[in-house]
């Protein structure tokens, strides 16, 4: 079975500062791992995905996230944290590489000037 | 962009009452999925649906639950009875590929309350 986990329900960060969201998974098949973003009164917008291929994942606005088999991880980041980037932050692993998904308990991200 | 809309954002229902839960999926998608998050806990897929039939279904999905596709633009999903812990925000989603996934876009979600 498949399940991920995100480290830290809230996190706060200064403008301009470095953006690191903590996602591990578990997956018994090789997985397809996703970041999702979800803005105030908005839907689950896709920031990136791994399926296979280069580990390090370009996504918009900035983001990236780097698959570690090692470490079972798939943290994301952004180096320069702007004030609309604060939404909620979901890391989510596909079950069997279908549509269907699994999702984090999501992390809220906070950004001060 | 393209976008999945749903109706309404919130609904407020007391236990035991019906609620439908509507969605406009994104026009030339295939797929169409409900997940839901209860307050504080993760995102949980509920129902996908595909050629007019439930593919797949998570034991969240009970009896009390069904969805249908009542003309080419709709995608619904009612509660015969609510419960209290039914109380969640659902969120309608479609793609244009099941599988080897794509892109999934996701409506607003609904916040549901039932009292």
């Known amino acids: 079975a498949q399940s991920v986990t995100q480290l830290g329900s809230h996190v706060s960060v200064s403008e301009g500062a470095l953006v690191l969201l903590r996602c591990n998974y578990s997956?018994?098949?090789?997985?397809?791992l996703f970041w999702y973003v979800q803005y105030p009164n908005q839907g689950l917008q896709l920031l990136l995905k791994?399926?296979?291929?280069?580990?390090l994942v370009k996504g918009i606005n900035g983001f990236e996230a780097e698959f570690k088999k090692s470490e079972t991880s798939f943290h994301l980041t952004k180096p320069s944290a702007h004030m609309s980037d604060a939404a909620e932050y979901f890391c989510?692993?596909?079950?069997?590489?279908?549509?269907?998904?699994?999702f984090g308990t999501g992390t809220r991200l906070q950004v001060f000037p | 962009e393209p976008e999945v809309t749903q109706t309404p954002s919130h609904q407020v229902t007391q236990m035991g009452q019906e609620v439908i839960l509507r969605c406009v999926p994104i026009?030339?998608?295939?797929?169409f999925y409900w997940y839901r998050q209860i307050l504080g806990q993760k995102v949980e897929f509920l129902v996908s649906?595909?050629?007019?039939?439930?593919?797949?279904k998570s034991e969240i999905f009970d009896d009390q639950f069904s969805v249908e596709r009542p003309d080419g633009s709709n995608f619904t999903l009612k509660i015969r009875s609510t419960k209290l812990e039914d109380s969640a925000m659902y969120f309608c989603?479609?793609?244009?590929?099941?599988?080897?996934?794509?892109?999934?876009?996701f409506g607003s979600g609904t916040q549901l309350s039932v009292l």
């Open positions: 997956s018994s098949v090789p997985p397809y």
């Open positions: 791994y399926t296979t291929g280069a580990t």
């Open positions: 989603a479609s793609s244009e590929a099941g599988r080897f996934p794509g892109k999934l876009f």
């Open positions: 989510a692993v596909s079950v069997d590489n279908t549509d269907k998904l699994i």
């Open positions: 649906f595909y050629n007019n039939e439930i593919s797949e």
């Open positions: 026009s030339n998608h295939l797929y």
